[in-house]
């Protein structure tokens, strides 16, 4: 592959547009603002349910893209940034940036405030910093690079701000009901140099209302159990309260024991004893670390499934015990070999299984949730009706009721690598970087999935872990730099030249 790209590179670079007098004027004039402005803007907590951070975001915003001398409209869901063709508007193409605004939710495990924007040791710390409102930022002042020292411009640049990827996911879907697409499209919510193959995010949910049953030799019950922030983050914190109405001593024992065994790697756990009443109380928390569940599962270090591994024979039978073995069999290894996802693909690889939350209902029973990011091999219907086997044959087992439930909607998404838009992002990757890297696969789902015309391109460079949904989510300086000449290259080669006809064949 390294072969094959240094031989394709140089035949692609007599169709840029020479970029050189827009890194400079970057580097001079406008590098100084990214990091202010970063910070800035990562101090608004767009959350899942704060309207009020998203409209004074989106008030910042505008005020921001008019100051850069951009046009702006507020199209709802979305922001529109423009930096319009140079002369007559009217059949001018539209060149996409597509980021979102809003952003993960955040635990109480952060070693700084997650909203503060906090600039340290040649990073910027922050709830959003690398996801995706460090890409927000370069995207503006890589624009701003090219309005006051590029060439004429032969298309508009867009840059779009969506406001729920991270939740519901339907800003996008709600845009295009009102709003043409862009002609072209680049997402900046992903892996350099160019993603080719983003895999299909699933959902699976157990449920169960089934009661803990004390035994003899077990005399407990579970007083509470919850793990987990959201379905698509890697859970840094499970806690299980066991209550006995015996005394303390049965706790004391099951204390001794949990403390002698061993824990998962990158994992601790404390335990907390105290009567209550005539009886007692054992609170067992795990605590692990958090990651992207798509993009950097490798990253992560589960407690939940590293709770499930602790308690293993240690619960009387219910519901908690049934939900947590099957934590233990999902949670096998991070790739589904639990549940018998084992189909492997040269480019592709296999699937990512985040064995993510598990929570309380309303009704008093428990739910848990699994994270599924499938290959082309199995998804859908097929993985759907896979699963419920799986689960079928597990549950018959155990005498388990189980009320299974989920998300299996989403398609894998597949770009062919010898098409002409990738050749022309792994130039302009190569010429603003040094560097010849293959095309990325990625596990996380972004916007690609529902713009037309649109392929995810950066922000993050490879050989390194993308820090996206972690806790003390934090990106390099220098990376955010470096981003922002790759997209000035990009910039000045698709939108300053002749537009490309069929991007994506080959």
């Not at 409209?55 to 915003?61: E, G, M």
């Not at 806690?239 to 061993?262: F, M, N, Q």
């Not at 010898?418 to 560097?435: F, P, W």
Request: charged share 20%.
């Amino acid at each position: 592959m390294r072969m094959l790209l240094s031989l394709m590179i140089p035949s692609l670079l007599w169709a840029a547009q020479p970029a050189g007098p827009i890194h400079d004027h970057y580097d001079r004039r406008l590098a100084p603002r990214l990091v202010p402005l970063l910070s800035e803007v990562i101090r608004f907590p767009t959350v899942a349910g704060n309207t009020k951070a998203w409209t004074d975001q989106k008030a910042w915003l505008q005020a921001l893209a008019m100051d850069l001398g951009f046009e702006v409209r507020d199209a709802g869901k979305v922001m529109e940034v423009d930096l319009p063709a140079t002369g007559p508007r009217a059949g001018a193409p539209v060149l996409g940036l597509l980021v979102h605004g809003d952003v993960q939710p955040v635990d109480d495990h952060w070693s700084i405030p997650p909203f503060s924007g906090t600039v340290k040791d040649g990073r910027v710390l922050g709830r959003g910093a690398a996801d995706d409102k460090g890409p927000m930022i370069q995207a503006l002042l890589a624009m701003k690079a090219l309005k006051e020292s590029g060439p004429a411009r032969t298309s508009t640049i867009r840059l779009l701000v969506g406001s729920d990827e991270e939740s519901t996911n339907t800003d996008i879907t709600d845009y295009l009901k009102a709003n043409r697409p862009p002609d072209l499209s680049l997402v900046l919510d992903s892996a350099f140099p160019v993603v080719v193959g983003e895999k299909a995010w699933n959902a699976l949910t157990l449920a169960t209302q089934r009661p803990t049953a004390p035994t003899a030799d077990r005399p407990w019950t579970v007083a509470a159990l919850e793990a987990g922030l959201a379905t698509s983050i890697v859970p840094d914190r499970a806690v299980i309260r066991l209550a006995s109405a015996t005394g303390t001593d049965p706790l004391t024992d099951l204390r001794k024991r949990l403390e002698a065994r061993p824990l998962d790697p990158g994992c601790r756990a404390a335990f907390s004893l105290a009567p209550e009443g005539a009886g007692a109380s054992l609170t067992v928390t795990v605590q692990g670390k958090a990651a992207h569940g798509g993009v950097n599962l490798e990253g992560g270090r589960n407690a939940l499934v590293a709770l499930a591994r602790l308690l293993d024979g240690e619960l009387p039978p219910g519901g908690a015990d049934d939900l947590l073995a099957f934590a233990r069999k999902a949670g096998t290894d991070l790739y589904g070999t639990g549940l018998g996802l084992t189909e492997t693909d040269p480019l592709w690889g296999r699937c990512a299984v985040n064995v993510a939350t598990l929570k309380p209902e309303t009704d008093g029973g428990l739910k848990l949730t699994l994270n599924i990011r499938a290959t082309p091999k199995r998804y859908g219907p097929a993985l759907e009706a896979h699963l419920r086997q799986v689960v079928s044959e597990f549950a018959t087992a155990r005498h388990a009721t189980f009320s299974f439930g989920g998300f299996f909607g989403d398609t894998p998404l597949a770009f062919d690598p010898q098409s002409r838009l990738v050749k022309r992002l792994m130039a302009d990757y190569a010429r603003a970087t040094g560097r010849v890297d293959r095309p990325a696969i990625s596990g996380g789902g972004t916007y690609a999935k529902r713009m037309p015309h649109a392929i995810a391109f950066g922000m993050w460079f490879p050989g390194q872990p993308y820090p996206g949904h972690d806790v003390d989510e934090q990106v390099p300086i220098e990376d955010l730099h470096r981003g922002v000449h790759v997209l000035i290259e990009t910039l000045t080669d698709l939108a300053c030249g002749e537009p490309l006809k069929e991007p994506f064949k080959p």
